[in-house]
């Protein structure tokens, strides 16, 4: 009977758990208002997938926008809607998500990442260079469908 | 009890599966983004707000260290008013002038409804020279250099997604100092500056606003207008904050940047020097210098860029002024209140370098 009492409260825990994590799963968009970001769930790590952009062509083509900053040439023509800018993220407990990155298309840089929830609708999404205080933070929010 | 725990284990084993039974694979699959177009905030008192930012602006500093160099120059010296000795007008000659420029800029507050940004920053200017002149100025000039050593801060407040204002307020100890003979705190000199604007779109945002500014050397209180454009090309644009600085701006590549334009760069120096004649006489140097320049910006590595600048350094000002007691006042650009003695700082030529940590 002990056992199984143990085991039922490893189980709830762990659901527990991973419900808390999978709070991030959504559609956000950042404060720029520029793009959309689909974060997913992939194994145990979290990546999020450009799926919306505001100016969807690039002005001077009228083609599709492409990764065009990449710094690896063979990736400059990879189409930016469905592009993983976020990736890697691991669930740290305390609505915060670690050891992630975030790639920033305009100058095709990415920084490490630290993803805080603040409330059920909004993220702080921390790009920062080596260290946490040498960074800047956007605050995202999740988007629903239309009713 | 073997089984049990067995079964327990299993149990778990079982419900991570589960758990991380979601997409696996880092493929992109086909997906309809069309679905993605019609949504809404999911809290409905979210509002938008603009950002600081507009297409290929050229980087944001978060440390900076740089060294400067100024070519061969003369300074006229007008009448030592009032001095007994030498007052005597007299032109020095200086084979150049060079100094470390250190700056810092930290966001402390990054929200959506606002960005809070502090800094410090440290210039030094060595002057060197052939000859002693006998101009207290001069003297003090050659032993000391001058100083500048300030802490600033950039409020950037967004009211809705395209009306903004800009704050931005610094205090700097300038003056022929050094760091084992400090200057008084009470010799800080406050400059600010408050910006309403407007971001038209992701290529353009334009300001206007009032400045309480050293910049032209003493105090005055100037009109401000910021315009910080990108041209449909994403191949020019502008950087201006008139009439402190303005740059247009060629875009090779988001990491490969050239800009051409100038800069006025001031403030007023407490001289202090040791030699008994300008200590005792509460006098401030009204530094202002005018940088017409050439200035490329490129990585080195991702978040390491270098600048190097080029230019031409025209001196507006480099007058001396005597307080009353130690209270600054206005003069501005008509008021009839006479230098203390006037000199005439001579034009060079000048290279700035410098390495930089930049904002994501």
């Not at chain 2, 150049?96 to 502090?118: C, F, H, M, Y």
């Not at chain 2, 002057?127 to 250099?145: F, M, R, T, W």
């Not at chain 2, 910049?215 to 449909?232: F, K, S």
Request: contains cysteine; positive net charge; proline residues 4%.
């Amino acid at each position: 009977m002990k056992t199984i009492i143990i085991s039922c409260a490893l189980w709830l825990a762990h659901l527990v758990g991973s419900a808390q994590a999978d709070q991030l799963l959504g559609v956000w968009e950042p404060s720029n208002g520029k793009a959309r970001v689909k974060i997913e769930k992939i194994g145990e790590k979290y990546y999020g997938k450009i799926v919306w952009l505001k100016e969807p062509n690039d002005p001077k083509t009228g083609q599709p926008k492409v990764d065009k900053n990449n710094p690896d040439v063979s990736l400059r023509s990879v189409p930016l809607k469905g592009y993983r800018m976020l990736k890697d993220f691991k669930f740290l407990g305390n609505n915060q998500w670690d050891n992630g990155t975030i790639y920033d298309p305009e100058n095709g840089s990415t920084y490490k990442c630290i993803i805080k929830m603040t409330d059920s609708n909004t993220l702080d999404i921390r790009g920062y260079i080596g260290v946490e205080a040498l960074g800047r933070t956007d605050v995202w929010k999740r988007l629903n469908t239309k009713k | 009890m073997l089984r049990n725990y067995f079964l327990t284990f299993v149990f778990f084993l079982s419900s991570c599966y589960f758990a991380a039974a979601q997409p696996d694979s880092l493929t992109q699959e086909e997906e309809d983004f069309s679905i993605y177009e019609n949504l809404n905030f999911a809290d409905e008192g979210a509002k938008r707000f603009c950002t600081p930012k507009v297409f290929d602006l050229s980087p944001s500093k978060f440390i900076s260290l740089g060294y400067e160099y100024q070519g061969a120059f003369d300074i006229d010296y007008g009448n030592w008013s009032n001095a007994s000795g030498s007052t005597t007008q007299k032109t020095s000659r200086f084979s150049g002038a060079d100094g470390t420029r250190l700056s810092a800029n930290i966001p402390v507050i990054a929200k959506t409804n606002v960005v809070l940004q502090v800094g410090f920053n440290y210039a030094k200017t060595n002057y060197h020279s052939y000859a002693i002149n006998q101009n207290p100025l001069d003297a003090a000039l050659k032993s000391n250099g001058l100083t500048t050593t300030g802490l600033n801060t950039t409020l950037f407040k967004p009211f809705s997604e395209d009306k903004f204002m800009i704050f931005q307020s610094s205090g700097d100890l300038n003056g022929d100092y050094s760091f084992s003979d400090p200057l008084h705190p009470k010799y800080t000199r406050i400059s600010s500056a408050v910006i309403f604007g407007k971001k038209v779109n992701d290529r353009k945002m334009i300001g206007f606003g009032i400045s309480r500014t050293y910049r032209v050397g003493e105090l005055n209180y100037i009109p401000v207008m910021l315009l910080n454009w990108t041209a449909p090309s994403r191949t020019w644009g502008v950087e201006m904050l008139a009439p402190a600085r303005v740059n247009i701006r060629k875009t090779f590549s988001p990491r490969n940047i050239l800009l051409f334009g100038y800069e006025l760069e001031g403030n007023s120096y407490r001289i202090v020097s040791n030699d008994g004649v300008t200590a005792s006489r509460n006098i401030e140097l009204r530094r202002s210098e005018l940088k017409f320049r050439v200035t490329w910006e490129t990585s080195l590595q991702q978040f390491v860029w270098m600048s190097l600048q080029f230019g031409y350094r025209y001196g507006y000002s480099f007058n001396l002024d005597q307080f009353e007691s130690d209270k600054e006042f206005f003069r501005g650009f008509f008021g009839d209140q006479s230098y203390f003695q006037e000199n005439k700082l001579g034009g060079t030529w000048y290279l700035q370098w410098s390495i930089n940590l930049v904002s994501p």
